[in-house]
């Protein structure tokens, strides 16, 4: 048994070492064409999947009201991060802020950490910016703008739903270790995009 743990240990190391590329928040290159576009566009970065993810699992583990409450905070102070990025008003480590929220989030689904609601969604809603703001900084000028927005909330919440989707897995036992096991792994990545933002 333990030498098919460490083989295991030994194959996610290989994984991370191998795919930093995957770390490079926001490479999509394309323009904002529209609705599919903006669809898509969360696909695109590796920081935002584990992100989104881990909220949809986070809130399943913590269950009502949260399952839902977090899912609807996170795009709604996402649009208004994005909405900061696109007027060019400064805001302060973009890129660090968004690595800091997979570690943390990976964290919170790690420990399955429970706690005051509101500081909960104050967590989120903290961390949506970031996101947003990211997202509209990239958004071109003359497209159409407000379908790719819309386009981008619909993929973040699908993100969330597969989150939510895994996240019931904690109600068996080897669920609950498998949810902690991918709670350690978005904080390893957090790490990753932390140290390229830092370097």
Do not use: C
Not at 21 to 40: I, K, N, P, R, Y
Not at 102 to 114: H, R, T
Not at 146 to 162: D, E, K, P, R, W
Request: hydrophobic letters at 55%; proline letters at 4%; zero cysteines.
């Amino acid at each position: 048994m333990h030498l098919k743990i460490s083989h295991y240990s030994y194959r996610l190391l290989l994984i991370i070492a191998l795919l930093p590329f995957w770390a490079e928040a926001h490479v999509d290159s394309h323009q904002a064409l529209g609705f599919t576009t903006g669809l898509g566009h969360p696909w695109s970065g590796l920081d935002h999947i584990l992100a989104m993810v881990a909220i949809g699992i986070w809130g399943a583990q913590l269950g009502r009201p949260a399952v839902w409450l977090l899912p609807v905070v996170f795009p709604m102070m996402m649009a208004f991060g994005g909405m900061l990025g696109l007027l060019g008003v400064p805001f302060p480590s973009v890129e660090a802020g968004i690595a800091i929220s997979a570690i943390v989030l990976g964290l919170m689904v790690l420990f399955e950490v429970k706690g005051n609601m509101q500081l909960i969604v104050a967590l989120v809603g903290f961390f949506a910016l970031f996101h947003g703001y990211a997202h509209g900084t990239e958004l071109p000028e003359g497209q159409s703008g407000l379908l790719y927005s819309m386009g981008f909330v619909v993929g973040t919440g699908l993100l969330h739903g597969i989150g939510i989707g895994l996240g019931l897995l904690h109600r068996f036992q080897y669920g609950r270790l498998a949810l902690r096991a991918a709670g350690s792994i978005v904080m390893l990545m957090g790490g990753v995009f932390l140290w390229q933002a830092m370097a």
